[in-house]
């Protein structure tokens, strides 16, 4: 039985993989991974995939998930402010929705709302100028009643 483990795998990444084996055959039992390598790990699940890294370096898939997502997120707390204002106002521009205030819409609702329960007990509500909490708090009644 043929494995296709280092032919399907990109050249930086089939690199790594080497540097890690190496490092496999020279250390104690039970040694952590020194960070350099971790380092590389994390880049290479940047651009290659974490699951894709994982399993071609031989190491933990949520180890290196959370390595790949503490990277991120010390990255986002690391942007200049500026650069962060001029994104979202950049965002801003792109946006394609307007959200409204509830005030603007709620109670301006008109539906009309059928329920029915597993005993056969049907219900027929039309609602007009109502808020969402009403119609949540009477269909909740109406589930919960004993028919």
């Known amino acids: 039985m043929s494995t296709k483990r280092t032919c399907d795998l990109p050249t930086r990444l089939e690199n790594l993989r080497q540097r890690f084996e190496r490092w496999r055959r020279t250390r104690k039992v039970r040694s952590r991974i020194p960070e350099p390598l ?3 790990a994390v880049k290479s699940a940047a651009k290659y995939g974490i699951h894709r890294t994982a399993k071609a370096l031989r190491v933990d898939y949520y180890a290196l998930k959370k390595r790949v997502e503490q990277k991120a997120a010390i990255a986002g707390t690391q942007q200049k402010p500026a650069a962060t204002a001029s994104k979202a106002a950049a965002a ?5 929705f307007l959200e409204l205030p509830a005030a603007a819409w709620a109670g301006s609702g008109e539906c009309t709302l059928d329920l029915e329960d597993a005993g056969g007990a049907k219900l027929r509500v039309y609602l007009k100028g109502f808020e969402a909490p009403d119609l949540a708090a009477l269909s909740r009644s109406f589930w919960q009643s004993e028919s």
């Open 38 to 40: 971790w380092a590389a």
């Open 92 to 96: 801003a521009a792109e946006a394609t």
